[in-house]
């Protein structure tokens, strides 16, 4: 194995080259460091990188094909395998297979240690046991694992002191090559937290580039190398897209490819099982480039890149990278020619031979496969050629499956109580499948074998209880669009949870963030945001106890999350008993999670509203695509008495369809969507509003005593009103009501209802089964009751100096009540006297008349709040 250095461990040559660059038209860089030419120049040389990333565990019949194509790449380096290091890019533990992990993934590193393997990046699944199973068992000071597992960016909580060495110096193709390596800053979040509450994960790119500085700043005490070479367990989202493509949609890989040092040569990727081979640009250096790899995962590949070394200045001239295809070579042919292969045979065959004695004993039948969601592509391995298994974007048959398992271990009230469970898509590790594997004579067609249901969920995590209102559940399901503990949105930004029968959600991408869950039922009523509900999950999630301790995958509601409570279960166990309990179990196609757009939760009665509805379809394997879909509202979710009200054709998981809601429907109800053939059954609450009406009215100006009419008109759209219609005084009193004639009606007041004066009445339709209610103002203006005033007087003929009695009759309009003064005056407009009106007579007793002759006396009715003033005459001789 070539020699290998890291802090507290270096050992390297004291020849030393600082001047190296990144693909031909970076030849120059570096030059303004290099010494005098020597008198000859040496030959280039070519340094070969096989690198492998996303192992998890992978021991299987695949593996000594995998060792065979390393080893044939090794032999091909032109020297014998003296020009060749064998790198990693983390998880190469953690998430295994049975082989692997029922032995706590030594298989898998005796068969890394039997390759030779000088360095890999940790990577977050090297965590799954924890910091001190890394650092204690696995790695043991270097006397179990051989290789260097490198983390820059891992130091020791709260310090800026590496917990995991830097970097390591190699020597190969007669050069010192420089290891860097680091690790996503996402690891506290993918792993269980309290496993690494010993640690701090800082920025990859900047600690890549401080080790880089410090191994090319000519001081051979902190370490020097001719070649630098970074490699993360971190990279891009896809290996589909392009370079450019690529960097917009991951900040965090644009950062590793556009600021990582241009004294790297080469940038080596994990972490997010994507096959790529890229010519990165190399920052600061117009036109040239370096190679930037990531070869997928489970041993599907071996990534390639070799760089020709001018070993006089150290200039990176020329460079290829590739993914080499696991060879198809018989694996005696293998064996044969390779004796590391052979090694790693020996190795693979004992722990299969071991984990079979456990492994292939059955623990029950499967009725149909039970996947992740699928892609289409080329898959790491059967049984399905033309898919890639695990996009953790989506809701699957498997997910939901396992979390059906793990409400039915905690639903009992000494097991936690469990009302709800939910399960993260990243601890689904392997599918459920019903044909048998020819490779194992112990599996048969839809037996599952324990090493079967155990890669399914190969973390060993127990099973925990919390409470969890309905408001905090619904801060998980928004949680789902990730975001990491700096509120980045990390490589992965969206993860579907598995979720139990009988809990379903609707939601809408297009709103803002933190607002897209539009609707949660469970068990058939709505979600209450004030509610206690009892979630079930892996420690992963809920942690152990301690905020601290939860919110794994970026769910970090769970550190708000109450009452916690560890059942003892261990995943595996629980959901190994639920298949033995389970016979000829299968999936279930019906979607628990569905997109609805376009929906306004408070419709009115009788309206129609475009709904653009998605995710329908699972993409696990063999879920049916639905190609219908209908639309119902009832009174209640269970669908009694539901009403047709829409339907569509389904293309591609998704619909565009017209519901309307029926005009009789008011109050709270449901929208029922029903997708076919699967069956799934989309329920949302509604509040359904009937038709706004509007009032309008009119009211002509009365004199007191008359009936005031109030006309009034109540309008909807599509609709004839009918009900009856009120008008209120400005306190509130009604003042008359009528019914509704063809949207209309006339409310007659009393006669005396209204006191004179300008009044604001409130004009009230009540509405109906079909018309909401509504109201209005209309001014109404009410005069003086006119009046009519006539005397008499006690005598037509009087002496003079003789008193003279008048008497006045007044009478207003309507009979109102007449009250007030009357006033006798002479023509002159003396005033002879004055008496109080009563019941509309009074008496007036006047002075004694002084002058003769024919007098006309004016009796004058002085009017009140309710009735106008009115006169009459009276003519007297005075002899």
Do not use: C
């Not at 190399?282 to 040239?288: I, L, Y």
């Not at 044969?336 to 492994?359: E, L």
Request: net charge negative.
């Amino acid at each position: 194995m070539p020699s290998r250095s890291y802090p507290g461990h270096r050992s390297h040559p004291t020849r030393r080259r600082l001047a190296f660059g990144a693909g031909i038209a970076a030849a120059a860089l570096g030059a303004s460091l290099l010494t005098a030419p020597a008198a000859q120049a040496a030959d280039p040389v070519v340094l070969n990188l096989l690198t492998v990333n996303d192992f998890h565990g992978r021991i299987d019949p695949n593996t000594v094909k995998f060792a065979g194509t390393i080893e044939g790449l090794r032999a091909a380096d032109g020297a014998g395998g003296a020009n060749t290091l064998l790198i990693g890019a983390g998880d190469f533990i953690g998430a295994s297979l049975f082989a692997s992990s029922v032995a706590q993934d030594q298989p898998t590193i005796d068969v890394f240690n039997e390759l030779g393997m000088v360095a890999s990046a940790v990577g977050n699944h090297e965590f799954d046991a924890g910091w001190p199973d890394l650092r204690d068992r696995v790695l043991n000071d270097g006397n179990n694992a051989q290789w260097d597992y490198l983390g820059a960016n891992v130091y020791l909580a709260g310090t800026t002191t590496p917990a995991l060495p830097e970097y390591g110096l190699y020597e190969a193709a007669g050069l010192t090559v420089g290891i860097i390596g680091a690790v996503t800053q996402e690891t506290p979040a993918l792993v269980s937290p309290g496993g690494v509450v010993d640690l701090s994960f800082g920025d990859p790119v900047e600690a890549v580039n401080r080790v880089a500085d410090q191994l090319t700043d000519g001081n051979e005490a902190n370490g020097e190398a001719d070649v630098l070479v970074a490699t993360f367990h971190e990279g891009a989202p896809t290996g589909t897209l392009t370079l450019d493509q690529n960097e917009a949609i991951s900040p965090v890989f644009a950062r590793i490819v556009n600021e990582v040092s241009p004294k790297v040569a080469a940038l080596v990727n994990g972490h997010t099982h994507q096959a790529y081979a890229y010519n990165a640009p190399v920052p600061g250096q117009p036109g040239a480039t370096r190679p930037v790899l990531q070869t997928g995962n489970y041993a599907a590949n071996v990534g390639q890149i070799t760089l020709t070394v001018d070993p006089d200045t150290d200039v990176v001239s020329a460079y290829t990278v590739a993914n080499v295809p696991r060879v198809t070579t018989a694996d005696p042919t293998l064996i044969a020619t390779y004796p590391r292969v052979a090694a790693v045979n020996t190795t693979v065959q004992a722990a299969i031979t071991a984990a079979g004695v456990i492994g292939n004993q059955p623990i029950g039948t499967l009725g149909d496969d039970v996947t992740t969601a699928m892609t289409p592509g080329t898959p790491a391995s059967k049984p399905y050629p033309n898919f890639e298994r695990d996009d953790r974007s989506k809701e699957s048959t498997l997910g939901n499956l396992v979390a059906d398992a793990i409400l039915d271990a905690l639903a009992p009230p000494d097991r936690g109580g469990a009302e709800i469970a939910v399960v993260n898509p990243g601890g689904l590790r392997a599918e459920l499948v019903y044909a048998k594997d020819a490779a194992n004579p112990a599996d048969s067609d839809g037996v599952i074998l324990y090493a079967e249901a155990n890669g399914v969920l190969p973390f060993v995590n127990n099973l925990a209880t919390v409470d969890m209102t309905g408001a905090q559940l619904k801060t998980l399901l928004e949680q789902q669009w990730q975001r990491d503990a700096n509120n980045q949105v990390p490589t992965r930004p969206y993860l579907q949870l598995g979720t139990s029968a009988g809990f379903s959600y609707t939601f809408d991408p297009a709103l803002a963030e933190g607002s897209r869950i539009t609707s949660m039922m469970f068990n058939g009523a709505p979600i209450d945001p004030a509610e206690t509900y009892r979630v079930g999950t892996f420690t992963f999630l809920t942690g152990t106890g301690t905020p601290a301790s939860a919110g794994g995958d970026n769910f970090w509601v769970f550190r708000q999350a109450t009452n916690f409570r560890d059942s003892g279960l261990v995943d595996r166990d629980a959901w190994i008993a639920y298949l033995k309990a389970h016979p000829g179990v299968g999936p279930n196609f019906e979607k628990h999670a569905v997109s609805v757009s376009g929906l306004d939760a408070t419709p009115i009665a009788g309206s129609t509203q475009t709904l653009t509805v998605g995710t329908l379809d699972l993409t696990s394997i063999d879920s049916p695509a639905n190609t219908s879909l209908t639309a119902q509202f009832a009174a209640t979710a269970d669908g009694a008495g539901a009403v047709d009200i829409g339907s569509a054709t389904v293309a591609g998981g998704a619909a565009t369809i017209g519901v309307t809601f029926p005009a009789s429907a008011s109050g709270a109800g449901f929208l029922i969507l029903t997708a076919q053939p699967t069956g799934t059954r989309v329920v949302i609450p509604v509040e359904v509003a009937l038709p706004e009406s509007t009032v309008s009215a009119t009211a002509a100006a009365v004199q007191y005593g008359s009936s005031p009419k109030v006309k009034v008109t109540v309008a909807s759209a599509g609709v004839t009103p009918t009900g009856t219609v009120t008008v209120s005084d400005a306190e509130g009193a009604m003042l008359g009501t009528a019914a509704l004639t063809n949207g209309a009606a006339t409310v007659s007041l009393g006669r005396t209802a209204v006191p004179p004066g300008t009044h604001t009445l409130t004009v009230s339709y009540s509405g109906s089964d079909t018309v909401a209610g509504s109201t209005t103002t209309v001014e109404l203006v009410v005069k003086r009751a006119s009046s009519t005033t006539v005397a008499i007087g006690s005598a037509l003929i009087v002496k003079k100096g003789s008193a003279l009695n008048i008497t006045s009759f007044t009478v207003a309009n309507g009979g109102v009540q007449v009250g007030g003064t009357v006033t006798v005056t002479t023509r002159g407009g003396e005033v002879l006297g004055t008496a109080t009106v009563t019941n509309g007579r009074a008496k007036v007793a006047l002075a004694p008349l002084t002058a003769r002759g024919l007098q006309v006396l004016t009796v004058r009715y002085d009017g009140s709040a309710t009735v106008a003033p009115s006169s009459g005459s009276v003519v007297v001789l005075v002899r």
